[in-house]
């Protein structure tokens, strides 16, 4: 720590902020008035070297960062790659980021800045910045759309097509990956708690179900078309098979979690089998079976789309993906990627919220971080 | 060796149930083709063996995928486009230099994030986002488009591997090198111990068995993202083609055969990865 407030790291990043600053404020001198967003921000990151004399609170970081975005997006125009100041921008707005949030890392570490809400900016900020870098990269160096997109492109697209897009999901996640997922794991339920009560079954289902579970079992998705025919009851079947075994061997690991000694004072108190397995081991099971939940929801969707590549009525996720790949429509491609992401992290975030309900009792979920 | 026994009741009563269920399954097309070859008051014993033995059977017997098994890779040339180790070789290649791209890139990102407040809050959470991508879902328009920017061939199943066999890696290894507790932190300081020490004599060690149970899973993982990459290259080879152009061609025992290459090649690699974690875990002294 020196006179400003800086680690190591974040002087080298403000160093390297300011002086491709002043570079690019010099390169960008003979074309001024073109683009004065840029301009402004060259002047304003130079000035922000006075930092080494002059302490800079680290609001000022991030709001030369968007000053950088903002003048980078408005100074894109299509079919021109971008002259060379305007790179010098890209980079100093990065280093201007990385030091917003290092720095913000830094105060929430030191108990100058709360927790809440000031943990979930950092993210944000990576994720914005990549974005940004994303949309002015493509579009700043003409990458021919066929091979990626701009985000605003695959944003358009996703607005124009919210039928086509709708309809696929409804085929792929409502169709196939729902009850291919119920059918799966209350299977694989059921069969674990069946198995369980034979040691004998068991020493013989759970290696064959650890091997079966490290195996690519969605190449049975050919199959499988040809089995159950084109239409969503054959992608139900590959999910079938791709969430059994997790949640069998989890269940019947989950199941032998309950101590001995609480399974002793279930025997003074005379309970049944199916007392013990209702009121003490199911619950105590019940880590295990969520992380089989969670593995399995984005397997399933995995499975569904990829046993499309097979064959498919034409409509479907990965049918649409195929055939967008096809007819170079790949900014399509993408917002259905988009979609799959969005339903695959909302599907993920509803079972762990079940959860952190149902388990609230287990020390993962009372420490606060699951 | 208790465990052999069960296991292998289990194996026989698949088998079986496999056997048994190839009659009706394959019963329906069996009939129409004796009915045109006015086959009649054949025993049921007769009528079994020839649903056992058709050409595109709906459910193939189990001899019938050994047979072609056998057929694809000891009784060809291992050059042939036919050959089931040829096709083998290719995806296991692929699968090989991403899980050894994945984990380097996880390792590397795990130390980062260890050493680094910032970069623990800011790439934690897009690397657990990254995941909701369903990268293997798309994984052949990625190899179509890396193909249009030049790069075809090993590279790009190599990259969809080394996509989804990284973040076990980052997130066993983060767990793995957070691992050591307070007390045995403050006796290295004690020591006096740089943070470079720090690292190799105390965070890495204790690592070990962590990064041993993610590269399980990521090697498995790599093999089924080389294997799904391959279905939009059919003239690459390697075992997604073999699935593929079974299936459109009907030839149900070569896909059950390519299946369980590929089942045998994620054994493999599995057990292999174990049998290396045993010799670390004995070369560093751990008792079992």
């Known amino acids: 720590m020196n006179r400003a407030g800086l680690s190591r790291l974040q002087m080298v990043l403000a160093l390297a902020a300011g002086l491709t600053g002043l ?32 302490p800079l609170t680290v609001w000022l970081d991030g709001a030369l960062a968007v000053l950088a975005a903002i003048a980078l997006l408005a100074g894109l125009t299509t079919g021109v790659t971008l002259p060379g100041h305007h790179w010098l921008a890209l980079l100093a707005g990065w280093a201007f980021a990385w030091l917003f949030v290092e720095r913000l890392a830094a105060a929430i570490r030191a108990g100058s800045l709360p927790e809440t809400g000031t943990s979930l900016l950092i993210p944000t900020v990576f994720g914005l910045a990549l974005l940004v870098i994303w949309e002015v990269v493509t579009r700043g160096a003409n990458v021919p759309p066929v091979i990626l997109p701009p985000p605003s492109a695959i944003g358009a697209r996703f607005v124009t097509e919210i039928p086509i ?74 999910v079938v098979a791709m969430t059994f075994f997790p949640m069998l061997v989890n269940t019947v690991a989950g199941l032998n979690a309950a101590s001995a000694i609480e399974r002793d004072l279930m025997a003074t108190y005379a309970a049944s089998y ?44 990965g049918f649409r993906i195929s055939t967008g790949v096809g007819r170079l429509a790949i900014d399509l491609v993408w917002a259905e990627i988009a979609v799959a992401a969005i339903a695959g992290s909302a599907f993920y975030g509803v079972i762990a919220l079940i959860e952190r309900g149902v388990t609230f009792w287990h020390p993962s979920v009372r420490g606060g971080r699951a | ?37 006015e086959l009649v008051d054949l025993s049921f014993a007769s009528f079994a063996t020839q649903t056992w033995n058709q050409d595109k059977p709906v459910l193939p017997a189990p001899h019938q995928v050994v047979g072609e098994i056998w057929n694809a890779t000891v009784a060809l040339e291992f050059t042939s486009r036919r050959s089931l180790a040829f096709h083998a070789w290719i995806t296991l290649s692929a699968t090989l230099l991403g899980f050894a791209l994945g984990t380097v890139l996880g390792v590397g990102l795990a130390v980062a994030i260890i050493h680094n407040d910032a970069s623990d809050r800011s790439l934690m959470p897009w690397i657990i986002a990254s995941q909701t991508i369903p990268i293997l879902a798309v994984a052949p328009m990625v190899v179509v488009g890396l193909g249009a920017m030049g790069l075809t061939g090993l590279v790009p199943k190599s990259l969809i591997s080394m996509y989804l066999s990284f973040f076990p890696v980052v997130v066993g290894m983060v767990k793995g090198l957070r691992s050591p507790e307070a007390i045995q932190l403050d006796l290295l300081r004690t020591y006096d111990a740089s943070s470079w020490q720090v690292f190799w004599k105390l965070r890495w060690p204790a690592a070990m068995p962590f990064l041993f149970a993610s590269m399980k899973v990521g090697i498995a993982i790599s093999l089924i993202g080389a294997v799904v990459a391959e279905l939009s290259n059919a003239a690459g080879g390697g075992l997604g083609v073999r699935l593929l152009t079974g299936s459109y061609n009907g030839q149900t025992v070569q896909i059950w055969a390519a299946l369980f290459i590929a089942a045998g090649l994620a054994a493999i690699l599995v057990a292999i990865v174990g049998s290396a974690e045993r010799w670390v875990n004995a070369r560093m002294g751990v008792r079992v």
């Open chain 1, 165 to 238: 897009l709708w309809a696929d999901f409804v085929q792929t996640f409502v169709k196939s990956v729902l009850p291919g997922y119920a059918i799966g794991c209350l299977a694989g339920l059921g069969v674990a708690i069946l198995v369980d009560r034979s040691p004998f079954l068991k020493a013989g289902i759970m290696p064959i179900g650890n091997f079966m579970s490290a195996l690519p079992i969605i190449g049975i998705a050919p199959i499988m078309v040809m089995w159950f025919g084109f239409d969503w009851q054959s992608k139900a079947a590959v």
């Open chain 1, 23 to 54: 570079v690019g404020l010099v390169l960008s001198l003979p074309s001024l008035g073109a683009a004065p967003l840029l301009a402004l921000f060259f002047a304003l990151s130079t000035v922000s070297l006075a930092r080494f004399v002059l």
């Open chain 1, 274 to 317: 199916r007392q013990t397995l209702l009121k003490l081991r199911l619950p105590a099971a019940a880590p295990f079976i969520f992380n089989a939940l969670k593995i399995n929801s984005t397997l399933a969707l995995i499975g569904a789309i990829v046993a499309e590549f097979f064959g498919t009525p034409v409509v479907g996720m």
């Open chain 2, 1 to 37: 060796m208790n465990r052999f026994i069960p296991v292998l009741t289990i194996v026989l009563a698949i088998l079986v149930i496999w056997y048994a269920a190839a009659i009706p399954m394959n019963a329906a097309w069996q009939t129409t083709l004796n009915t045109r070859a």
